[in-house]
């Protein structure tokens, strides 16, 4: 039968047939391209990185066959799938995800914009970048023209606003688009594949990168305006008059330590999450609701500091991301000593934090 795998957000479609315990079966010759190891005599290889055949033997069955979750567990990746509905998904490890963001250099992406012109990170080399995540159900969404004007303010001084709404449909944030009338990349994030790179956990978050690509100001709490200052207790005017020293300096406030010191904590339970959120998205499109909120559901209980999934699961749910429900939640994670907002610890605070 086919049967979808969503490696790292990239759906494949391979033959699979299911096991007598209830796993799935895929053939050795679908690892590659599901995948991207392959069998060699040594054992299971990507690149210069082998499993030895002996380590290697639980995944293996008769008639050439790999259990897929075996593997999965075997390469040090979240899994989660729906063997009913032919679907699968493996995320990508909290080791390799921290490994990554350590390492300093921002994380390249690819996302399109409203025209589906496709715009990488890595094209604006050379240029400071404020990176800034929000989304249609945030009250962020009203700052998206103050950020289109610092973009055309500091743009001649070698500086670009990258805007990047992670709803997860595209015309939640396109009005919000057109109505900032963007000049700068706003792209979208519609399957979360950057939000997961950048391990942003609410909106708005906002990187700062730096000419050479390398993150200046990692996952910083900025707001473009005071709307809602009254909720976030944050002042606009000391992060944008702090962006524009940094663009004219070069001092983002922070020291290579600082830098290295906040760079956002990886754990296995966040990207569990992120992978059954992946697999709930997957499942919701393809016209599976009461799955895809079981799903979502596990998602939040696995990693309920993720604003990002649980309230970003709220348009497709049927549930309004700014009512209620949204406040309920959020006084329980307030009781929990967990935090909405996650400013860094310098001039982004608000006094007496």
Known sequence: ???????????????????????????????????????????????????????????????GLVDLAAF?????????????????????????????????????FELRDLAGTAHRLSDLRGRKV?????????????????????????SPEGFSVVSVAIDRRPEDAAPWI????????????????????????????????????????????????????????????RAIAALHHWVRTDDSGLTAADVAAHTPQVTAA?????????????LHRAGHPADAAEHFAEAERLAPEDVTIWRGSMPLLGTDPMGDEYFKRREALTDAGIPIYRP??????????
């Open 178 to 237: 057109r109505e900032a009338a963007a000049t700068h990349p706003a792209l979208i994030d519609a399957d979360g594949t950057v939000a997961d790179r950048y391990q942003v956990l609410n909106v708005p978050t906002v990187v700062w990168i730096d000419e050479r690509g390398r993150i200046a100001r990692p996952n910083d709490t900025q707001f473009a305006t005071d709307l809602f200052r009254s909720l976030s207790g944050l002042d606009s005017a």
């Open 1 to 63: 039968m086919n049967f979808t795998i969503l490696d790292d957000h990239r759906e494949v479609v391979v033959d699979a047939r299911p096991a007598e315990d209830g796993g799935i079966l895929i053939p050795v010759a679908e690892v590659p391209a599901a995948l991207g190891w392959e069998r060699k005599p040594q054992g299971w290889c990507r690149g210069d990185i082998c499993i030895p055949a002996r380590v290697a033997e639980g995944v293996e069955r008769d008639g």
């Open 270 to 282: 966040h990207q569990q999450a992120r992978t059954e959120a992946a697999l709930a998205l997957w």
């Open 130 to 154: 404020a990176l800034v995540f929000w989304a249609s159900w945030c009250g962020c969404r009203y700052d998206l023209p103050e950020w289109e004007r610092q973009h055309a303010a500091l």
């Open 72 to 108: 999965a567990a075997l390469v040090d990746r979240p899994y989660a799938a729906v063997p009913e509905w032919g679907v699968a998904a493996l995320g990508v490890s909290a080791a390799e995800r921290a490994s990554a963001l350590a390492e300093g250099e921002a994380p390249d």
């Open 344 to 353: 860094l610890p310098d001039w982004q605070a608000a006094p007496g934090q």
